[in-house]
């Protein structure tokens, strides 16, 4: 199982600005863009993984999307022990439209991040 440290700051930085436009008030859409490009950067972490679904749960919720919120119950079950074991799909923005075990391309600037960080992506 692999054993990740803490995100690197530049990550983190990135991470904590996706999050909080995902928080903020403003259109729906830019919202949920916004919390997939967290998802993405956060699946090597369990805890930051978790968080993205929990706010993506909250959208859901908003949007009174019942679908999309027992899909959100369902990966923030799962979200953390797949971070913490290594196995989670590469790319996937964590919607319940999404198989849950999808890889998915990761946007250019998302995977520099991700690579500045030490992560391995796979193909």
Do not use: K
């Not at 859901?60 to 989670?88: C, I, K, T, W």
């Amino acid at each position: 199982m692999p054993r990740r440290s803490p995100m690197p700051p530049a990550l983190l930085e990135a991470f904590t600005a996706e999050m909080a436009a995902a928080r903020a008030s403003g259109p729906t859409a830019q919202r949920w863009r916004a919390v997939e490009r967290a998802h993405i950067l956060s699946q090597p972490w369990p805890w930051p993984h978790t968080r993205t679904h929990g706010v993506m749960f909250r959208l859901a919720l908003h949007d009174r999307d019942v679908r999309e919120m027992f899909g959100q119950l369902v990966r923030m079950v799962v979200a953390a022990p797949g971070s913490a074991a290594g196995n989670y799909p590469d790319g996937n923005t964590g919607r319940t439209r999404v198989g849950l075990t999808t890889p998915m391309p990761i946007p250019d600037d998302l995977a520099a991040l991700l690579r500045g960080a030490g992560i391995t992506l796979r193909p």
